[in-house]
């Protein structure tokens, strides 16, 4: 029988700005509680530059506020309904967890740990992309037991993951493509520590260009950074076969760089990947086609080990070549 449900939920936006949370319900006792194992406080965020796009701003405190002491009581009705609902859910039935740890070289905008708890044993299953079949279904009847929206759905529609959205080598699938708003990168040493200002920003509605390069930007720019985009992937860095490297080595200096990138779309959909001192297979691929543009380093590849480079160039070149 099923005892307790633990869901791990962690958000992550730009640097600092982050949120995890974990809503237990324990069906022996009766009842379900926040137990908040990170969290900033209430409001309170690290503010970017102006000009950075602040889509993530609203979600992240309404998140941070969402979370009370408050314990939600069930009775042995709402009980039985809610483990016949589970049951025939079937909601990790031939599930494949992804790889979860409290500490990721790569950080998604957003992952999840569920793990359930029975008489005998316990089982658990962590996703960032290959959410379970019925995962809304789950999240529907969390909502109707608690009457508010544990899994986070409403929030789900405006973030770039495979739960609503379709994302391909060419780019983000809604009903329809989905058109970007801005595209947002940042580079920043860890040791000593600095603040993760931008490095480059790309606004495609006011079609300008800052930070490292500071332009107006024309129609042949718009088509120049967008064939990038699709020519080395960069839409499916999200997922996880974009990371051979990463799995088969460790970055040599541990105490190096930081990074993020971010993409806005149409309705204020967030795509967001965060490094610590590591890239996908194609970051290093990207990077040298835009120093041959610009002649700029502007993804700061000359801050990557040689050794690591080396085999950015292998995996890199397979994926490119699939």
Aim: net charge negative.
């Amino acid at each position: 029988m099923i005892e307790k449900i633990e869901i791990t939920q962690r958000f992550n936006f730009k640097r600092l700005n982050r949120h995890y949370e974990c809503f237990t319900i324990d069906l022996v006792n009766k009842n379900a509680y926040y137990k908040i194992s990170e969290r900033g406080s209430g409001d309170k965020f690290v503010k970017e530059t102006p000009i950075c796009d602040d889509s993530w701003v609203e979600i992240l405190v309404d998140l941070r506020r969402k979370m009370t002491s408050e314990i939600y009581r069930i009775n042995d009705l709402q009980i039985d309904k809610f483990l016949h609902d589970f049951q025939e859910l079937e909601l990790f039935k031939d599930f494949k967890s992804e790889e979860f740890s409290y500490f990721e070289k790569i950080e998604r905008v957003y992952s999840c740990n569920v793990i359930i708890y029975s008489t005998d044993n316990y089982e658990e299953y962590s996703f960032k992309n290959n959410y379970p079949p019925n995962w809304i279904r789950f999240g529907e009847i969390l909502n109707d037991l608690f009457k508010f929206d544990v899994l986070h759905l409403n929030y789900q529609r405006q973030l770039a993951t495979p739960l609503y959205y379709d994302i391909r080598q060419d780019g983000v699938y809604g009903d329809g493509k989905l058109d970007i708003k801005a595209i947002e990168f940042g580079h920043y040493r860890t040791y000593p520590y600095e603040l993760p200002n931008p490095r480059l920003i790309i606004n495609f509605e006011r079609n300008t260009i800052d930070g490292y390069i500071e332009r107006e930007m024309d129609d042949s720019d718009r088509d120049l950074i967008l064939n990038l985009l699709e020519k080395y992937h960069v839409y499916k860095w999200i997922f996880d076969d974009y990371y051979t490297k990463s799995k088969v080595r460790d970055p040599d200096d541990l105490e190096g760089y930081d990074w993020y990138f971010e993409m806005v779309f149409e309705n204020d959909v967030i795509w967001h990947i965060f490094g610590y001192n590591d890239y996908p297979d194609t970051y290093v691929h990207l990077a040298r086609e835009i120093i041959e543009i610009t002649g700029m380093d502007l993804l700061e590849i000359n801050t990557i080990a040689d050794g690591d480079m080396e085999l950015f160039e292998k995996y890199g070149g397979m994926k490119l070549a699939d």
